[in-house]
């Protein structure tokens, strides 16, 4: 298993990587475009385009990665595959008529007319076109392709940020021209997708696979919901309180935060099909367990090396208008390991179905968040906004941990994982109080200390660094 794991996770991460890192380039330029209020009118309407996909997908991507991977009968996947994607295909369709009324509010009373109602009918046909690329390039992830995976999201990055750049360079369309140009390369690489995975795909649509889907996602729907308002929740309180212009900052921070899914996309592609796979199998346990250690162990590393060198990444990627936002990178960075944790080592919700649990817990950390949000940023501005996304995630990670446990148990070293996670949280929150200089002999100082603290943290989650050792752990 771990062999399979991480060849599937290094294709996954690098490919991420490889996209992420390709839509990088564009930063200095975009940043030097638009200003702090277009990127809070970008975040805000990327929230928003993710609200609608939420909604009318009705997490069904989640039921064919679930039954999909389980079914061994050729003809019942097929009917699995193509049935959840004709249901993405019509129900974004039908939602088309609401959309002009929908961008005639959103402009003039939400985003202040900042942005006009021509670009919000982009975001929505934005919408649909994510839709088609979600379930077609997860189709291939669930047929374990990998590779094809792979080359079909740096793909889509790269078309979609060329588009996007010549839009917003040459044709000055602003932020319109950012989502234009992504919903064009998703268009095409859902296609691509199609025909990569048309083994998996007939003209066959059926009403029962499809209650069958919808009974196992439909639960998820308002936990999965109010888990991305918890996250977006902290826009909307800048927005109402402080304006966009704190928004694009809070986003600039929340970007470089954003560069640990590099690794989290990559392993997620890899790991949950391979876990719905193997949680039969009598060492799937032990086998969860060495998987979480070397995971923490990445994502804690990640943690530390984005926080002390973040302010140094936002001054060479943006303008200093965007580079005070280095101090919230801590915070965001710790509140997606720990979203990451609720979402991929809850093995017990998944195995068992009980996806009224994490309905609860979403929506209870959504509550906790709300009143967090609108009781720090009045006082706080951007900080209090990130400690609240912060305070939330670790209320939802606790509990659903410890469900999970009850429901399918792993045995987990909890006392080397507070530890190795208290050091590195402790050590990334020392830039919010230090205040360290962006110079080269600062660079080196905080090289030294990242490689410094990797093998302490390795030695507390029981992660062997050497390489002989590394080699004999995955043969087993």
């Known amino acids: ?32 475009i638009l200003s702090p209020a277009d990127y809070g009118a970008l975040d805000l309407l990327t929230y928003m385009a993710m609200m609608i996909f939420l909604i009318l997908g009705a997490a069904i991507e989640q039921a064919v990665g679930r039954f999909y991977v389980d079914n061994r009968d050729e003809a019942g996947r097929r009917e699995i595959a193509s049935t959840a994607l004709f249901y993405n295909v019509i129900v974004f369709a039908l939602f088309i008529p609401l959309a002009p009324w929908l961008a005639q509010r959103l402009s ?5 007319g900042h942005v006009g ?50 839009f917003l360079v040459w044709l000055r369309l602003g932020v319109a021209g950012v989502f ?12 691509v997708s199609i025909y990569l995975a048309r083994g998996s795909y007939g003209f066959t649509f059926k009403w029962p696979v499809l209650r069958r889907l919808l009974k196992y996602s439909l639960p998820l729907v308002p936990g999965t919901i109010a888990f991305f308002a918890m996250q977006y929740v902290d826009r909307y309180a800048l927005n109402e309180l402080k304006g966009l212009s704190d928004v694009g900052v809070y986003g600039m921070g929340a970007r470089i ?31 969860f367990r060495n998987v979480f250690n070397a995971y923490l162990l990445v994502t804690l590393t990640l943690l530390v090396s984005l926080s002390l060198l973040g302010q140094e990444m936002l001054l060479l990627l943006t303008t200093p208008e965007f ?16 979203g990451s944790v609720a979402a991929y080592f809850t093995y017990g919700i998944q195995i068992a179905e009980k996806s009224h649990y994490r309905l609860t817990l979403n929506v209870a950390a ?10 720090l940023v009045p006082i706080w501005g951007v900080m209090g906004a990130a400690i609240a996304n912060v305070s939330a995630s670790l209320i939802l990670v606790i509990p659903s941990l410890i469900i999970s446990q009850r429901l399918y148990h792993v045995p987990y070293q909890w006392a080397g994982i507070i530890g ?6 402790t050590v990334s929150c020392s830039v919010i109080f230090a205040h360290y200089q962006a110079t080269g002999l600062g660079v080196a100082v905080k090289l030294f200390a990242i490689m410094l603290l990797i093998p302490v943290m390795a030695r507390l989650l029981g992660v062997p660094l050497d390489r002989n050792a590394l080699r004999v752990a995955l043969s087993r």
């Not at 640990?260 to 876990?275: R, S």
């Not at 190795?420 to 949280?425: K, S």
């Open 117 to 166: 109602p021509g670009t919000v009918l982009i975001v929505v046909g934005f919408t649909w076109a994510q839709a088609g690329f979600n379930a077609t390039n997860n189709q291939l992830r669930y047929m374990f392709m990998a590779r094809e995976y792979a080359l079909c999201n740096v793909g889509n990055v790269i078309l979609s940020t060329l588009l996007a750049f010549g």
């Open 180 to 191: 234009l140009g992504q919903m064009l390369g998703q268009a095409v690489f859902a296609g």
């Open 323 to 338: 580079a005070q936002g280095y101090t919230l990178v801590p915070l965001l960075v710790f509140s997606a390991i720990l």
């Open 1 to 32: 298993m771990y062999r399979r794991l991480l060849k599937d996770a290094t294709l996954y991460s690098a490919s991420t990587v490889l996209a992420r890192g390709f839509s990088f380039l564009t930063v200095p330029i975009f940043t030097r």
């Open 366 to 375: 959504l509550l906790i968040s709300v009143v967090l949000n609108f009781t």
């Open 108 to 112: 003039a009373g939400w985003l202040d």
């Open 420 to 425: 190795a996670t208290v050091l590195a949280f």
């Open 257 to 287: 935060a954003l560069l640990v899914n590099l690794f989290l996309m990559g392993f997620q592609g890899a790991w949950l099909p391979l876990m719905l796979e193997k949680f039969r199998e009598p060492g799937a346990p032990i086998q």
